[in-house]
C-alpha cells in the first residue's frame, strides 16, 4: 500500500511540473532583454532583440520557437513572436 501511494504521489507531482512548465511565456524574467520599458509594451529594435535572443540557452529559444508556432499560444504574444519568427526560429 505504501509504494503504491509514492508512485502515485510521483506520477501527480510529474503531471505538476509539466504543467506548469507547459507556457513558456509564462516565465516573464527572460523578458524584459526583449522590451524597452518595464511595461513590456515597446520592442527593442531588431539588432538589439537578436542579441538578446542568442544570449538565451538553447533549449529556451527552442521552447520559445515552438511555442510562437502555435496559434493559440502566438496570439498573445504577436510582436514577439513575429521577431522570433523573423529570425528564422534560429537556433
Known amino acids: ?6 508512485c502515485l504521489s510521483v506520477i501527480a507531482v510529474g503531471l ?4 506548469a512548465s507547459a507556457d513558456p511565456f509564462s516565465d516573464l524574467a527572460a523578458f524584459p532583454t526583449f ?7 515597446t520592442m527593442k ?8 535572443w542568442f544570449a538565451m540557452p538553447r533549449h529556451d529559444r527552442v521552447t520559445m ?3 510562437c508556432n502555435d496559434p493559440a499560444m502566438m496570439k498573445p504574444h504577436a510582436a514577439f513572436c513575429a521577431n522570433v519568427l523573423a529570425l528564422g526560429g534560429a537556433n
Open 35 to 41: 522590451y524597452t520599458d518595464a511595461s513590456m509594451k
Open 16 to 19: 505538476l511540473v509539466r504543467a
Open 1 to 6: 500500500m505504501r509504494i503504491r501511494t509514492v
Open 45 to 52: 529594435p531588431m539588432a538589439e532583440f537578436r542579441k538578446a
Open 65 to 67: 520557437t515552438k511555442a
